[in-house]
């Protein structure tokens, strides 16, 4: 379904998207739409026709899209870490921490990327182990200090 303000419209989308749980929708600078679900991978919609992008992507859970200063899509996936999409290709590459930064914890992103948020030229990433944020080619845990209670 399509809503432009006043009308619902029907898509035709790939049987494989229509059974799909949806987890996350993006609109990057093209204008393009990405899906990500739990089982499929991903789509992308560019407004008349749905593709499957799933080309070197790790795996098909994708949990939370957002693009970069220089319009490199990233995915959160759970269980295969931050998948890439340079701008100017349509070919997925995997990152983890490791491959940014040594960290002297052994847990590596991979594991379990729920949510990405990109601030000015900074791209913050949720785990189930912390905090992390990237920015000028590396990446660094964020430690969040509890505050007390008066």
Same mark, same amino acid.
């Given at each position: ?24 929708? /993006?609109?990057?600078?093209? +204008?393009?739409?990405?899906? +990500? ?5 991903? /789509? ?20 939370? /899209? ?11 996936? %759970? ?50 182990? +912390? ?5 000028? +080619? ?9 505050? %007390?209670?008066?």
């Amino acid at each position: 379904m399509r809503f432009d303000g006043k009308h619902f419209d029907s898509m035709d989308a790939p049987e494989n998207l229509e059974t799909a749980n949806v987890r996350c929708l /993006f609109e990057d600078h093209k +204008g393009l739409i990405w899906a +990500g679900t739990a089982d499929q991978g991903v /789509f992308c919609f560019d407004g008349k026709t749905w593709r499957m992008m799933n080309n070197g992507l790790p795996v098909l859970h994708v949990r939370s /899209f957002t693009e970069d200063h220089k319009g490199n899509l990233w995915a959160a996936t %759970l269980g295969g870490g931050i998948a890439l999409m340079d701008s100017t290709a349509r070919d997925w590459s995997v990152k983890t921490i490791r491959q940014w930064k040594a960290l002297d914890d052994p847990f590596m992103l991979g594991s379990s990327v729920r949510c990405l948020l990109r601030d000015e030229n900074k791209i913050w990433m949720g785990s189930d182990d +912390g905090l992390y944020c990237y920015e000028s +080619g590396a990446i660094e845990k964020v430690m969040l200090e509890p505050q %007390l209670q008066d």
